[in-house]
């Protein structure tokens, strides 16, 4: 065997497992979703069936030809996306707790992260795993010990609510409501923004805040003028980070997000398992794949464009 | 620095890092209230881990997530493995587009799409959909690992053994393997991790009747939940920081590379 | 016939071509160094030797025999990498150990090989410690050793000197003009630094852009540069360019723009009216207060200083013609209490023999 068939061979050994893996359970499904954006649902639920088989003969034929494919394929679920407002402005709604979500989750990462990057070596890398611990544990349980916190009966509740009592003001509901959900959000969320913005600090060279207070900077200029734009790569980094997940995110608003809290996730969940339109389901699918696409390649852009900013 | 700047910094990372840990804190400390209401202290009592302990479908859940986990994890680290090596070693442009969109998408499009993909093979959905579920999102994580630590390998390192006369798999298992195993076990405790936390993905592909912890944990806090919910989370936070000490352990940098 | 022939190679990495039409031999025990700027394809040539390369055309030619298309792990040549590459996993000994091991020796034997070789180095008390634990100089021992331990037909060396501090460099290039002469294995180094191919090598391939520039014992590459490239790249040069306006056989007279025409020693090939470079080292140039004129065979220039530099054992003093031309020349400060004799703008006088440059042919 010649050295280049036997390292084809070794290539293909190593790379073809998890390719095939991933074309069959990641690819091909996706590919699925896809598609059924384009079709009617089923009778009971899912998709209208593409092969029928027949009951005499047991034989199973594909039904859609050139003549009758308007039966089968169809823009009206993308039609009904964009005419019904109360989908939209769903989208809105999302896309408004995930950019709050994003922002708080900045404002407080911020000091942070300069903190660690700034702390002695020795020290950073148990910080950061400090922040990284959190994120480990279960998820539900992290959404849980909200719902203790936030709870009516909670002591949160009731020192809030005794507080605004004293000026007579109704007591307030925290749990169940947006409140919660974008406070659970940064909760979650927190570690995707201290990571990539302590990992962009970490490398800024101190002297350049040295030289720039040498040449007359005031502290807050030497943070606008230095520090800020040549950490927008990791900002960006952040907030893709953040906001990706945030905005499709379906546990959090399902567990303390009451009927007002709802985002698109639990609508694509309802018309998946409650309505059981598929097709629907796939084209809210579609367009958060979209949106995802949109913010990521939006992020990256403004992350390289940062990037050469700072050079 | 200055001492003053310095210390609004620390204060405000101090609040940061509490507001990190309280609220795991409390449901730490809410698992030994001796009430059924997660409100108020009440006094001391060791009675939800026993009422943990004597659940049988909390106990059953813990298993199957176990066993889901153990199966998963070793696939995943089979696969993520290979995935990182032909990553490294090789420009192929589909494999990595594979590998890491489904780390960067919300988990519920992948979750989504493997409910229509099970549905629409008549796969029969339960603890096999769940894991062949777990192994597709896990592999990544192993895959990024398993590669940033073959990236952190002194090339050279291999043609040395090539050149002093090993074989290329000679040279792979006396060099490369040994020193990139911390970083597959690393990824092989993260695989582990996602698939015994991961509620979403499971949630859609487990069909009617299987149950993981997650799941169990769930359909507790939609319709009931007792500080037993507590004893299990303290418990399983437990496991969780046992195996990230492992992991960081054996390859430091392998956690911050997963992100 | 020689150990180790390369016959035409060239090696393409996409467009760029690292190595162009390469031909050379190395004899048996010699120490070749292959010296050129990082780029020039040196490197290359070494990993193709190794096989970790393929030639794209030509042929490398080991005993006679070729070796295109022979794995790396078949050829006995091994190699001291740049970064040593030592196994991290490994113990000195492990390390050492492991060509003797993927050659098949029997343990035993393995043991007293490595305590041998590990002796050779220096290095027996550490025969049990990590990579890790070890010291620059000292891992370039083990590396060193490990590459040897099963005596190859050729030592590859890339660059093994250049992650030391200079003090360290300088006695390491002894030890290895030593343990090449001891162990007579051929070594064929790589390096861009040309004082370290002058002191080590018996003979040196400069090389330029993918091929050789010049293939010659050291002490000709410095006295007789083949190339205005060669002389620029070893060792410091004025490069006065110039025109030839007489031949003779002695004496080749050339006219240099805005200096006038002087005289130097004539070089094979060389025709009226062709151009070329003066090749002027500055240790041959005379420089005083004073320099006395009226020899026959020496050019003569006033000029004044116009820079200094004080380097220790001598004192390079750029000097500005009348014509306003920059030459550069040295004085040793071998005069107890004397660091300088000339300060900026000081009037000089310089002069050269005929015979101290070396022309080269454009």
Same mark, same amino acid.
């Given at each position: 065997?010649?050295?280049?068939?036997?390292?084809?061979?070794?290539?293909?050994?190593?790379?073809?497992?998890?390719?095939?893996?991933?074309?069959?359970?990641?690819?091909?499904?996706?590919?699925?979703?896809?598609?059924?954006? /384009? +079709?009617?649902?089923?009778?009971?639920?899912?998709?209208?069936?593409?092969?029928?088989?027949?009951?005499?003969?047991?034989?199973?034929?594909?039904?859609?030809?050139?003549?009758?494919?308007?039966?089968?394929?169809?823009?009206?679920?993308?039609? +009904?996306?964009?005419?019904?407002?109360?989908?939209?402005?769903?989208?809105?709604?999302?896309?408004?707790?995930?950019?709050?979500?994003?922002?708080?989750?900045?404002?407080?990462?911020?000091?942070?992260?300069?903190?660690?990057?700034?702390?002695?070596?020795? &020290? +950073?890398?148990?910080?950061?795993?400090?922040?990284?611990?959190?994120?480990?544990?279960?998820?539900?349980? +992290?959404?849980?010990? &909200?719902?203790?916190?936030?709870?009516?009966?909670?002591?949160?509740?009731?020192?809030?609510?005794?507080?605004?009592?004293?000026?007579?003001?109704?007591?307030?509901?925290?749990?169940?409501?947006?409140?919660?959900?974008?406070?659970?959000?940064?909760?979650?969320?927190?570690? /995707?923004?201290?990571?990539?913005?302590?990992?962009?600090?970490?490398?800024?060279?101190?002297?350049?805040?040295?030289?720039?207070?040498?040449?007359?900077?005031?502290? &807050?200029?030497?943070?606008?003028?230095?520090?800020?734009?040549?950490?927008?790569?990791?900002?960006?980094?952040?907030?893709?980070?953040?906001?990706?997940?945030?905005?499709?995110? %379906?546990?959090?608003?399902?567990?303390?997000?009451?009927?007002?809290?709802?985002?698109?996730?639990?609508?694509?969940?309802?018309? %998946?398992?409650?309505?059981?339109?598929?097709?629907?389901?796939?084209?809210?699918?579609?367009?958060?794949?979209?949106?995802?696409?949109?913010?990521?390649?939006?992020?990256?852009?403004?992350?390289?464009?940062?990037?050469?900013?700072?050079? | 620095?200055?001492?003053?700047?310095?210390?609004?910094?620390?204060?405000?990372?101090?609040?940061?890092?509490?507001?990190?840990?309280?609220?795991?804190?409390?449901?730490?400390?809410?698992?030994?209230?001796?009430?059924?209401?997660?409100?108020?202290?009440?006094?001391?009592?060791?009675?939800?881990?026993?009422?943990? *302990?004597?659940?049988?479908?909390?106990?059953?859940?813990?298993?199957?997530?176990?066993?889901?986990?153990?199966?998963?994890?070793?696939?995943?680290? *089979?696969?993520?493995?290979?995935?990182?090596?032909?990553?490294?070693?090789?420009?192929?442009?589909?494999?990595?587009?594979?590998?890491?969109?489904?780390?960067?998408?919300?988990?519920?499009?992948?979750?989504?799409?493997?409910?229509? *993909?099970?549905?629409?093979?008549?796969?029969?959905?339960?603890?096999?959909?769940?894991?062949?579920?777990?192994?597709?999102?896990?592999?990544? *994580?192993?895959?990024?690992?398993?590669?940033?630590?073959?990236?952190?390998?002194?090339?050279?390192l291999?043609?040395a053994a090539r050149d002093l006369g090993a074989s290329?798999l000679q040279a792979f298992w006396r060099v490369?393997f040994p020193?990139?195993?911390?970083?597959?076990?690393?990824?092989?405790?993260?695989?582990?991790?996602?698939?015994?936390?991961?509620?979403?993905?499971?949630?859609?592909?487990?069909?009617?009747?299987?149950?993981?912890?997650?799941?169990?944990?769930?359909?507790?806090?939609?319709?009931?939940?007792?500080?037993?919910?507590?004893?299990?989370?303290?418990?399983?936070?437990?496991?969780?920081?046992?195996?990230?000490?492992?992991?960081?352990?054996?390859?430091?940098?392998?956690?911050?590379?997963?992100? | 016939?020689?150990?180790?022939?390369?016959?035409?190679?060239?090696? #393409?990495?996409?467009?760029?071509?690292?190595?162009?039409?390469?031909?050379?031999?190395?004899?048996?025990?010699?120490?070749?160094?292959?010296?050129?700027?990082?780029?020039?394809?040196?490197?290359?040539?070494?990993?193709?030797?190794?096989?970790?390369?393929?030639?794209?055309?030509?042929?490398?030619?080991?005993?006679?025999?070729?070796?295109?298309?022979?794995?790396p792990e078949k050829?006995?040549?091994h190699?001291?990498?740049?970064?040593?590459?030592l196994f991290?996993h490994m113990t000195v000994q492990q390390n050492v150990a492991f060509p003797l091991k993927m050659a098949g020796v029997a343990p035993d034997q393995i043991k007293a090989r490595v305590a041998e070789v590990l002796?050779?180095?220096?290095?027996?008390?550490?025969a049990?410690?990590?990579?890790?634990?070890?010291?620059?100089?000292?891992?370039?021992?083990v590396?060193?050793a490990r590459a040897l331990v099963n005596r190859p #037909?050729?030592?590859?060396?890339?660059?093994?000197?250049?992650?030391?501090?200079?003090?360290? #460099?300088?006695?390491?290039?002894?030890?290895?003009?030593?343990?090449?002469?001891?162990?007579?294995?051929?070594?064929?180094?790589?390096?861009?630094?040309?004082?370290?191919?002058?002191?080590?090598?018996?003979?040196?391939?400069?090389?330029?852009?993918?091929?050789?520039?010049?293939?010659?014992?050291?002490?000709?590459?410095?006295?007789?540069?083949?190339?205005?490239?060669?002389?620029?790249?070893?060792?410091?040069?004025?490069?006065?360019?110039?025109?030839?306006?007489?031949?003779?056989?002695?004496?080749?007279?050339?006219?240099?723009?805005?200096?006038?025409?002087?005289?130097?020693?004539?070089?094979?090939?060389?025709?009226?009216?062709?151009?070329?470079?003066?090749?002027?080292?500055?240790?041959?140039?005379?420089?005083?207060?004073?320099?006395?004129?009226?020899?026959?065979?020496?050019?003569?220039?006033?000029?004044?200083?116009?820079?200094?530099?004080?380097?220790?054992?001598?004192?390079?003093?750029?000097?500005?013609?009348?014509?306003?031309?920059?030459?550069?020349?040295?004085?040793?400060?071998?005069?107890?209490? #004397?660091?300088?004799?000339?300060?900026?703008?000081?009037?000089?006088?310089?002069?050269?023999?005929?015979?101290?440059?070396?022309?080269?042919?454009?």
């Open positions: 065997m010649s050295i280049s068939t036997s390292k084809r061979v070794s290539k293909w050994l190593i790379s073809g497992p998890p390719l095939l893996y991933l074309l069959i359970f990641f690819a091909i499904p996706t590919g699925m979703m896809a598609l059924a954006a /384009f +079709r009617f649902p089923g009778d009971y639920g899912g998709l209208m069936p593409l092969f029928g088989t027949d009951a005499a003969t047991g034989k199973t034929t594909l039904l859609i030809n050139a003549q009758n494919w308007h039966d089968y394929i169809t823009l009206d679920n993308f039609a +009904r996306f964009f005419q019904e407002p109360v989908f939209i402005e769903l989208f809105i709604k999302s896309f408004c707790y995930a950019g709050l979500t994003t922002l708080l989750c900045l404002v407080l990462s911020y000091p942070l992260a300069w903190l660690i990057a700034r702390s002695p070596k020795k &020290w +950073r890398d148990l910080l950061v795993l400090l922040v990284i611990l959190p994120f480990w544990s279960n998820f539900l349980i +992290r959404v849980y010990a &909200w719902m203790i916190i936030l709870g009516p009966q909670g002591y949160f509740a009731k020192v809030v609510n005794g507080f605004l009592g004293m000026f007579g003001v109704e007591p307030l509901q925290f749990l169940f409501t947006p409140f919660a959900v974008v406070l659970v959000l940064v909760y979650v969320h927190l570690p /995707f923004m201290v990571l990539p913005l302590y990992a962009n600090l970490e490398k800024h060279d101190m002297a350049l805040l040295d030289a720039a207070q040498d040449l007359g900077a005031s502290r &807050w200029q030497r943070f606008w003028k230095v520090t800020w734009p040549l950490s927008l790569p990791g900002v960006y980094a952040g907030a893709a980070l953040v906001f990706i997940p945030a905005l499709g995110i %379906f546990a959090v608003p399902d567990l303390v997000g009451g009927t007002d809290g709802i985002m698109i996730g639990n609508l694509i969940k309802q018309q %998946f398992l409650d309505s059981r339109d598929w097709p629907f389901g796939s084209v809210l699918s579609i367009m958060l794949t979209l949106s995802v696409l949109i913010m990521a390649g939006l992020m990256s852009l403004l992350g390289r464009g940062g990037k050469r900013n700072a050079l | 620095m200055h001492s003053k700047q310095s210390k609004w910094l620390w204060a405000c990372a101090l609040l940061v890092y509490g507001f990190l840990y309280l609220p795991l804190l409390i449901v730490v400390v809410y698992s030994f209230n001796d009430s059924r209401l997660n409100a108020e202290w009440v006094g001391f009592t060791t009675h939800w881990y026993g009422v943990l *302990f004597s659940d049988e479908q909390m106990l059953t859940a813990a298993r199957n997530s176990l066993l889901i986990g153990l199966v998963s994890s070793i696939f995943a680290t *089979f696969f993520g493995t290979l995935a990182g090596l032909s990553m490294y070693k090789y420009r192929l442009r589909l494999l990595p587009v594979l590998v890491l969109t489904p780390i960067a998408i919300p988990e519920i499009l992948m979750a989504l799409s493997l409910l229509m *993909f099970f549905v629409t093979l008549n796969f029969s959905m339960g603890y096999l959909s769940i894991t062949v579920a777990h192994i597709a999102f896990s592999i990544g *994580f192993v895959a990024i690992v398993v590669r940033s630590r073959l990236q952190g390998m002194d090339e050279s291999v043609e290329p490369t020193l990139i195993l911390p970083g597959i076990i690393a990824g092989a405790l993260m695989a582990f991790t996602l698939s015994i936390d991961d509620f979403v993905i499971t949630y859609f592909v487990a069909g009617a009747g299987a149950s993981t912890l997650p799941l169990q944990i769930y359909s507790m806090l939609k319709i009931a939940v007792t500080p037993e919910v507590n004893a299990i989370s303290s418990l399983l936070m437990l496991l969780t920081l046992a195996l990230i000490m492992i992991a960081a352990k054996l390859a430091p940098g392998a956690l911050r590379a997963s992100h | 016939m020689a150990l180790l022939e390369i016959r035409d190679v060239v090696k #393409r990495f996409g467009d760029f071509t690292a190595v162009n039409h390469v031909s050379l031999s190395v004899e048996a025990g010699e120490f070749f160094t292959l010296l050129g700027p990082s780029g020039c394809g040196k490197t290359t040539l070494l990993r193709m030797l190794a096989g970790f390369e393929q030639p794209d055309s030509g042929e490398l030619l080991l005993d006679g025999k070729s070796l295109n298309g022979v794995p050829r006995p040549v190699t001291v990498f740049q970064s040593y590459a991290p002796e050779d180095v220096r290095l027996q008390q550490f049990t410690r990590m990579p890790s634990e070890l010291s620059g100089g000292q891992r370039q021992r590396a060193i #037909r050729v030592l590859l060396l890339d660059e093994p000197l250049s992650a030391l501090d200079a003090k360290l #460099r300088e006695q390491m290039q002894l030890e290895l003009i030593n343990l090449q002469k001891e162990v007579g294995i051929t070594f064929i180094y790589v390096t861009h630094d040309q004082g370290e191919a002058l002191a080590l090598s018996h003979r040196i391939a400069v090389m330029s852009q993918g091929q050789v520039e010049q293939l010659d014992a050291p002490e000709n590459i410095y006295s007789y540069p083949k190339s205005r490239f060669v002389a620029d790249f070893i060792g410091q040069c004025n490069l006065l360019d110039a025109t030839i306006r007489s031949v003779s056989a002695e004496r080749m007279q050339i006219e240099i723009e805005g200096v006038g025409t002087l005289d130097t020693l004539p070089v094979a090939g060389a025709t009226v009216g062709q151009k070329g470079t003066l090749a002027l080292r500055p240790e041959k140039i005379k420089l005083g207060a004073s320099v006395a004129t009226g020899n026959a065979d020496e050019v003569h220039f006033k000029g004044k200083v116009h820079d200094c530099l004080y380097l220790g054992d001598v004192t390079v003093y750029i000097v500005e013609l009348e014509n306003g031309m920059l030459i550069e020349t040295m004085l040793p400060n071998a005069a107890p209490g #004397r660091a300088r004799f000339f300060d900026d703008n000081d009037q000089v006088e310089l002069a050269w023999r005929f015979d101290a440059g070396h022309f080269v042919l454009a």
